[in-house]
């Protein structure tokens, strides 16, 4: 796999690229969530730390604790919590597009073959009643 196809962007910068052309859509990656939650606990896809981070950002969202608490700070408390927001959506397209491209280039591997390497041609045993030429 390639390094440049598969390296994690920025996740503020993943929400602009979401409806790039060429990219996958909205729906294929909300799809893509769970196969790659799945994966990732299986231990095939590296995405472990990342999907860590996205589930304690979605906690600090729905928590009612909060570190710059709404009631005191009115604006500023709700700019803490649009920040958190904005970094899981673009976290999650992020991670949900690099998944998706991880699978596309799994399904072209092919298992027990590394770089094209068959193994060693060895003829095949001579046939029975065949003559042997010397």
Not at 5 to 31: C, Q, Y
Not at 40 to 57: F, I, N, Q, W
Not at 62 to 76: G, K, Q, R, W
Not at 121 to 134: E, H
């Amino acid at each position: 796999m390639a390094a440049s196809t598969l390296r994690r962007r920025m996740a503020w910068t993943a929400l602009l690229r979401v409806f790039k052309p060429g990219t996958p859509g909205v729906g294929r990656r909300i799809a893509a969530i769970p196969r790659m939650i799945g994966a990732t606990m299986r231990g095939e896809y590296d995405g472990k730390g990342r999907l860590a981070m996205m589930a304690v950002a979605a906690a600090y969202i729905v928590s009612p604790i909060d570190l710059v608490p709404e009631a005191i700070f009115l604006v500023f408390g709700l700019i803490d919590d649009a920040a958190v927001a904005t970094f899981l959506a673009g976290a999650l397209l992020d991670e949900t597009e690099r998944f998706l491209e991880w699978e596309k280039e799994r399904a072209r591997v092919v298992p027990g073959q590394v770089g094209g390497y068959a193994g060693p041609r060895v003829a095949p045993p001579p046939r029975r009643g065949a003559r042997r030429t010397a």
